[in-house]
C-alpha cells in the first residue's frame, strides 16, 4: 500500500508517495525488547485524529521516539555487518536532494498510471491537466491523488469532456470536485486540444515484444537474486519496470547508458554486474541458501 505524504526537505515543502509496508519499531521489535523494554501492539491504525487521546496512545506514541537512539544503534550494526553503511549514508544523502520531489511539468505526466495506453492527442490532455491538478492540489493543500485519482486522469483524457454538463458521466469523478474545478477541467482539456500536431507528446512504443520480455524478466530474476545475495530489499533498489527500462536503455542505446542504475551504489550492488550479463562480459553464480536462491557476481 502507499500514500502521498507532505514533507519539508531543506525548508520546503514537497509530495512524496511512500510505500507503507511496517513501522519502523515492529521491524526492529526483537532486537528492542531484548534490551528489557516491552513494546504495546494494536494501535497502528487507531483514530489518532480523537481528541483527548488516551495514555495508551500517548505511551504508543511516545514510544516511536523514546527507542530511536536504540534503533539507529541496531540499524547501524546491521549496515556495518553487511559493509552496507557508506551505501545507506549514500541513499539518505539522495532522498533530501529536493530536486527528486520537484514537480516537473514535462515529466510528471507519465507517472499517472496508465499514461503509456494513451495516444498522443490523449496524452496532450493528460499533460495539461496533470499540470492543473498540482496547481489546484497545492491550492487546497492537498496531495495531487487525493484531488483526484489517476483513474479518473486516465478517463478524462482518453474521452475528453468538452462540455461541463458531460462531467456528470465521468465515473470516480468526486461531485464537489466537478461543482468547483469543473469549469477548469473544461478549459485546460480545450487547450490541449487545440494544440498543433508538433507540440504534441511524443509517443515511444516501449512495450516490449515477447522474446524481450522473457529477457526482462530473466533480468529481474538475477536482480532479485542479486540483492537477496548481498541482503538488500530489492524494493529499496530497483522495481521490475526500472529494470524493463535498464534492459531497453544498455541494449538499444548508441550513447553510453545513463541509467540510474549505473550510478552510486545502485552500480556497485547490481547495476555494473547487470550491464555485464548483458554484454557477456561477466556471469553470476547463484546458491540456495536459507531458504531463497541468491546471487553473487563471479570473480
Not at 491523488?145 to 465521468?170: F, Q, W
Not at 522474446?211 to 529481474?220: A, C, Y
Request: hydrophobic share 40%; with cysteine.
Amino acid at each position: 500500500m502507499s500514500v502521498d505524504v507532505e514533507l519539508i526537505v531543506n525548508g520546503k515543502q514537497v509530495e512524496v508517495t511512500v510505500d507503507v509496508r511496517t513501522s519502523l519499531l515492529e521491524a526492529l521489535r526483537e532486537e528492542i525488547e531484548l534490551s528489557g523494554a516491552k513494546l504495546p501492539k494494536g494501535l497502528t491504525f487507531t483514530r489518532w485524529d480523537q481528541r483527548p487521546l488516551s495514555s495508551s496512545q500517548l505511551r504508543y506514541a511516545a514510544d516511536d521516539v523514546r527507542y530511536l537512539v536504540l534503533s539507529r544503534h541496531e540499524i547501524g550494526r546491521r549496515l556495518d555487518a553487511l559493509g552496507h553503511a557508506n551505501w545507506a549514508a549514500e541513499e539518505c544523502g539522495n532522498q533530501c536532494k529536493l530536486e527528486h520531489f520537484q514537480f516537473d511539468p514535462a515529466q510528471q505526466y507519465m507517472r499517472v498510471r496508465g499514461a503509456t495506453s494513451l495516444a498522443p492527442r490523449n496524452l496532450a490532455v493528460l499533460r495539461q491537466l496533470t499540470v492543473w491538478r498540482d496547481t489546484a492540489a497545492r491550492a487546497a493543500n492537498l496531495p495531487p491523488r487525493a484531488l483526484l485519482r489517476d483513474e479518473v486522469m486516465i478517463d478524462l483524457a482518453r474521452n475528453p469532456v468538452r462540455t461541463t454538463a458531460k462531467l456528470a458521466s465521468v465515473k470516480g469523478l468526486p461531485r464537489p470536485v466537478e461543482a468547483e474545478y469543473g469549469q477548469q477541467i473544461v478549459q485546460t482539456t480545450e487547450q490541449a486540444l487545440a494544440l498543433p500536431e508538433e507540440q504534441l507528446p511524443a509517443v515511444r512504443d516501449s512495450e516490449p515484444s515477447p522474446p524481450e520480455k522473457f529477457r526482462i524478466d530473466s533480468l529481474w530474476a538475477a536482480t532479485q537474486a542479486l540483492c537477496a545475495g548481498q541482503g538488500i530489499d530489492v524494493a529499496v533498489a530497483t522495481s521490475r519496470q526500472e529494470i524493463t527500462d535498464f534492459y531497453q536503455q544498455v541494449t538499444s542505446s548508441e550513447q553510453p547508458p545513463t541509467h540510474r542504475l549505473l550510478h552510486g551504489w545502485r552500480s556497485e550492488a547490481i547495476g555494473s554486474t547487470l550491464r555485464d550479463l548483458l554484454g557477456s562480459k561477466s556471469g553470476i553464480e547463484l546458491t540456495w541458501q536459507d531458504g531463497m536462491l541468491k546471487g553473487s557476481r563471479k570473480a
